[in-house]
Antibody, heavy 115, light 112 residues
Framework: EVQLVETGGGLVQPGKSLKLTCATS????????MHWVRQSPDKRLEWIAR??????????DYVESVKGRFTISRDDSKSSVYLQMNSLKEEDTATYYC??????WGQGVMVTVSS | DVVMTQTPVSLSLAIGQPASISCKSS???????????LNWILQRPGQSPKRLIY???KLYSEVPDRFSGSGSETEFTLKISRVEAEDLGVYYC?????????FGGGTKLELK
């Protein structure tokens, strides 16, 4: 059974940092390109980051709105992908999902940025 | 960025009726590889999105064959031959051809 489990969300003040973890199982993680997608309170979905596999030098891409503030990374030995979020803004408030290139989605984790 | 426009915004149908959802993109989704990276996902109430269709018309293995996808270039359609109760929720189209990947605004399928 494929599983993607996100953790690390919560309430954080503007300007602070948070790190999300997505632990996976049930598929060949090492060759999968992994993504983070977020869903705002009004239910709009936004792709925010991607990391490719080792054969593609773990190349990363980001949507403009998070570039320079968020960092996606992975640990193939743990079948996990991470999202380091710095300088958080209120507009980053959303449910964050990790997804795998085969169409799998995690259950999501909520991040609320508020003073 | 590629804008994905879905219509209708909501759909109210009885069990057993057919459903059709349109998704239009602001640019052609035909990639240089010759593939069209247009996906459909379903988000049931209170759940995370689930995969349905990839590359316009290919169903994932667990998806019932009452679902079908079609289209090309900038116009795409998701059809359900006969709606069942488990099909209720919000359907999103999603393009992966152009950077950044972008989603449609969603179509909510409700029971009449």
């Amino acid at each position: 059974e494929v599983q993607l489990v996100e953790t690390g969300g919560g309430l954080v003040q503007p300007g602070k940092s948070l790190k999300l973890t997505c632990a996976t199982s049930g598929f060949t993680f090492s060759t999968a390109w992994m993504h983070w997608v977020r869903q705002s309170p009004d239910k709009r979905l936004e792709w925010i980051a991607r990391i490719k596999d080792k054969s593609n030098n773990y190349a990363t891409d980001y949507v403009e709105s998070v570039k320079g503030r968020f960092t996606i990374s992975r640990d193939d030995s743990k079948s996990s992908v991470y999202l380091q979020m710095n300088s958080l803004k209120e507009e980053d408030t959303a449910t964050y999902y990790c997804t795998a290139q085969y169409g799998y989605w995690g259950q999501g984790v909520m991040v609320t940025v508020s003073s | 960025d590629v804008v994905m426009t879905q219509t209708p915004v909501s759909l109210s149908l009885a069990i057993g009726q057919p459903a059709s959802i349109s998704c239009k993109s602001s640019q052609s989704l035909l990639g240089t590889s010759g593939k069209t990276f247009l996906n459909w996902i379903l988000q049931r109430p209170g759940q995370s999105p689930k995969r349905l269709i990839y590359q316009v018309s290919k169903l994932y293995s667990e998806v019932p064959d009452r679902f079908s996808g079609s289209g090309s270039e900038t116009e795409f359609t998701l059809k359900i031959s006969r709606v069942e109760a488990e099909d209720l929720g919000v359907y999103y189209c999603w393009q992966g051809t152009h950077f950044p990947q972008t989603f449609g605004g969603g179509t909510k399928l409700e029971l009449k």
